[in-house]
């Protein structure tokens, strides 16, 4: 059974860096693109970016100059920072799978547990 | 960004109703839509793929229909277990974007 697990700093001050990581447990890494998709506190779903084994990656326009993906094969884990956080970074940060292998443009069947991440002076 | 719009944000209904949740997108993404169901403090459960394919596990009660820019999910038969909340996403996009939400509420 593969799961997802991730973990990372829960609590960071503005201008601070987010970082992330997510682990793939029990299953195939490479071959699959692997997204990063936040929530903030009542509200709806914001994907992020995404980055294959190779460290390809594909970031939202909005996020670009402030987010970088990156992947250690040797651990089957990919990680996220975001620089310069402000309060309306505040979510809760998911990684997910793209369904589909060797495919940008994806629905997602796996998702982590999720970490909150609060930003505050 | 292709916009997807959700309707309605909040739905009541009662054990054994069939429900419809609307989901449009702002220009066409042909079939690549997905649905995911997310109870509170989890991670979203994916349900549908492709407009219209059920994810593995996923009871038959739960179908999806549509395709261009309007589409559908119908849950038969509500069960205690669907009192959630809703999502689209669209991949038809090299970004992909989730729908507000529809929040399934016991009537």
Same mark, same amino acid.
């Given at each position: 059974?593969?799961?997802?697990?991730?973990?990372?700093? /829960?609590?960071?001050?503005?201008?601070?860096?987010?970082?992330? %990581?997510?682990?793939?447990?029990?299953?195939?890494?490479?071959?699959?693109?692997?997204?990063?998709?936040?929530?903030?506190?009542?509200?709806?779903?914001?994907? #992020?970016? +995404?980055?294959?084994?190779? @460290?390809?990656?594909?970031?939202?326009?909005?996020?670009?100059? !402030?987010?970088?993906?990156?992947?250690?094969? *040797?651990?089957?884990?990919?990680?996220?920072?975001?620089? *310069?956080?402000?309060?309306?970074?505040?979510?809760?940060?998911?990684?997910?799978?793209?369904? #589909?292998?060797? !495919?940008?443009?994806?629905?997602?069947?796996?998702? @982590?547990?999720?970490?909150?991440?609060?930003?505050? *002076? | 960004?292709?916009?997807?719009?959700?309707?309605?944000?909040?739905?009541?209904?009662?054990? /054994?109703?069939?429900?419809?949740?609307?989901?449009?997108?702002?220009?066409?993404?042909?079939?690549?839509?997905?649905?995911?169901?997310?109870?509170?403090?989890?991670?979203?459960?994916?349900?549908?793929?492709?407009?219209?394919?059920? +994810?593995?596990?996923?009871?038959?009660?739960?179908?999806?229909?549509?395709?261009?820019? +309007?589409?559908?999910?119908?849950?038969? *038969?509500?069960?205690?277990?669907?009192?959630?909340?809703?999502?689209?996403?669209?991949?038809?996009?090299?970004?992909? %974007?989730?729908?507000?939400?529809?929040?399934? +509420?016991?009537?």
């Amino acid at each position: 059974q593969v799961q997802l697990q991730q973990w990372g700093a /829960g609590l960071l001050k503005p201008s601070e860096t987010l970082s992330l %990581t997510c682990a793939v447990d029990g299953g195939s890494f490479s071959g699959y693109y692997w997204s990063w998709i936040r929530q903030p506190p009542g509200k709806g779903l914001d994907w #992020i970016g +995404e980055i294959n084994h190779s @460290g390809s990656t594909n970031y939202k326009p909005s996020f670009r100059g !402030r987010v970088t993906m990156s992947v250690d094969t *040797s651990k089957n884990q990919v990680s996220l920072k975001l620089t *310069s956080v402000t309060a309306a970074d505040t979510a809760v940060y998911f990684c997910a799978r793209g369904r #589909i292998p060797a !495919r940008f443009k994806n629905a997602f069947d796996l998702w @982590g547990q999720g970490t909150m991440v609060t930003v505050s *002076s | 960004d292709i916009q997807m719009t959700q309707s309605p944000s909040t739905l009541s209904a009662s054990v /054994g109703d069939r429900v419809t949740i609307t989901c449009r997108a702002s220009q066409s993404i042909s079939r690549w839509l997905a649905w995911y169901q997310q109870k509170p403090g989890k991670a979203p459960e994916l349900l549908i793929y492709k407009a219209s394919t059920l +994810e593995n596990g996923v009871p038959s009660r739960f179908s999806g229909s549509g395709s261009g820019t +309007e589409f559908t999910l119908t849950i038969n *038969s509500l069960q205690p277990a669907d009192f959630a909340t809703y999502y689209c996403q669209q991949y038809d996009d090299y970004s992909a %974007t989730f729908g507000q939400g529809t929040k399934v +509420e016991i009537k």
